[in-house]
């Protein structure tokens, strides 16, 4: 994973390309809005592993994910190197919109597309819960998070850039750690961080006693 | 565990002192040495838990600073189920022990030309980090060498020595600062006295030396 990484630093164009972003009251609300429901309702937390087995094979099948010409195989060895392969599999407490009531997700996504430029309404968000003892490894995001959909990705190539926002929802407790590009991240609730996705590398841990509760905008943007 | 060290906070008066000193020439030519040796004979570091079994009862027996308080409200605090698996999690630590006791000395003898230490009273443990490793929030218990009716006698010191330069994605807490190490930089604390915790979420271990001693009072 190393490998990969420093490969997609030296020909990704990346690097400490973000911007902090003042958000709007409604944004605001809408992101209160959820992080109460979800504490209300107590829904469920889903873990996920950062990078799911086989990781490396999925990429290297699908690279339009990627702006990659790399072999295949040479993807597939760097992604499922086995030094890497505890640390990547380490779970993320993620819920994401789809399984939110749209009177709680209807409202964040107009508000963002209030704020930010969005392309047809093309905006999804997740909630990632940072319990004691997380750890989400350095990385870089893939393309295209919000469109599952392959066939809506033909049909809009070449007509926006994939944009994502980290938006935290509590103020950092000690041993809440966030790394933006080289950038160890000082944030405060409701700070919005936003970049291209695929051109910043990022990653967390908490090593404290509180949990970091952070709302991930994923959009795209006209070109 | 958040209870348990909310509370040692305030009760073994937490401080945020440290000293910052990097490694004299003749110490790293003991400390070279010792990971040559490590290297060479591949020394391999065994995986244990930050927190074992019975943790709560070994600070009850060793820590006499807590020995008037309830032993009741100690286990629910140390034994939190809420942080059970955050302190559970694997460490990778390599004991003076797996060294030659030649060695072992010739590193003691150096360290004592540098440090005061009280008869003869240095340990040390080398502790590798790997990708995805953490170390949760802590402060440590007393040390090895503390028994009843002594303390008037020294303090208790400790020190991390890096081994490796900073990478990304390589954090260290001491206190309320985050350090940015280089190889050979040492951070030296009185022992209880200070809130410490690591992680990696990088892509190379980090390697740290942990030296423990006792420092005769003035």
């Known amino acids: 994973m190393l490998e990969w990484n420093e490969w997609q630093k030296e020909n990704c164009n990346t690097h400490n390309r973000y911007e902090r972003v003042t958000i709007s009251a409604s944004l605001k609300s809408a992101c209160d809005s959820i992080k109460k429901y979800i504490i209300d309702k107590n ?9 799911p087995l ?4 999925f990429i290297a099948d699908n690279r339009y994910e990627f702006s990659c010409n790399l072999p295949a195989q040479q993807i597939q060895e760097w992604l499922d190197a086995p030094e890497s392969l505890r640390a990547m599999s380490l779970p993320v407490r993620v819920i994401t919109s789809y399984i939110l009531p ?34 989400m490894m350095l990385h870089y995001d893939p393309k295209s998070f919000y469109t599952q959909d392959k066939v809506w990705q033909k049909g809009h190539r070449g007509k926006y850039k994939d944009k994502r926002a980290f ?30 996705v695929e051109k910043v590398y990022h990653g967390s841990c908490n090593f404290g006693y509180d949990d970091r509760f952070l709302i991930t905008f994923s959009w795209a943007e006209p070109l | 565990m958040k209870k348990w060290t909310d509370f040692q906070t305030v009760f073994q008066k937490a401080t945020n002192n440290y000293e910052h000193t990097v490694l004299d020439n003749l110490l790293r030519i003991h400390v ?40 009741n409200k100690i286990h629910a605090w140390v034994d939190d189920p809420k942080y059970k698996h955050s302190f559970s999690l694997p460490i990778s630590v390599m004991r003076d022990t797996d060294f030659p006791s030649g060695m072992r000395q010739a590193f003691r003898l150096a360290f004592r030309r540098q440090y005061r230490v009280y008869d003869n009273n240095v340990t040390f443990r080398i502790h590798k980090l790997n990708p995805g490793d953490l170390v949760m929030l ?15 006698k020294y303090t208790d010191k400790r020190a991390f020595l890096f081994l490796s330069d900073h990478s990304p994605g390589q954090v260290f807490y001491l206190g309320d ?24 979420f990088g892509y190379e271990s980090r390697y740290m030396m942990i030296i423990t001693w006792s420092e005769p009072k003035e």
């Open chain 2, 177 to 200: 600062d985050t350090i940015e190490y280089k190889k050979y930089d040492m951070y030296t604390f009185n022992v209880q006295e200070l809130l410490h915790g690591s992680c990696n």
């Open chain 1, 43 to 51: 829904v469920k937390w889903y873990n996920y592993p950062v990078t």
């Open chain 2, 32 to 71: 070279d040495k010792l990971i040559s040796y490590a290297e060479d004979n591949n020394i391999k570091f065994p995986v244990v838990p930050f927190i074992p079994e019975g943790y709560a009862d070994e600070l009850i027996k060793w820590n006499k600073n807590v020995s008037s308080f309830p032993i």
């Open chain 2, 138 to 152: 802590h402060y440590d218990p007393v040390g090895k060498f503390t028994r009843p009716g002594l303390s008037t």
């Open chain 1, 167 to 196: 938006i935290y929802m509590n103020d950092r407790a000690p041993g809440q750690i966030s790394y933006l590009g080289d950038h160890e991240i000082d944030f405060k609730a409701y700070d919005m961080f936003k970049y291209d």
């Open chain 1, 102 to 135: 749209d009177e709680i997700v209807l409202p964040a996504l107009a508000a963002l597309e209030a704020q930010e430029s969005v392309y047809e309404h093309a905006v999804i968000f997740r909630v990632i819960k940072l319990k004691p003892g997380d750890i």
């Open chain 1, 54 to 57: 086989n990781y490396g094979s």
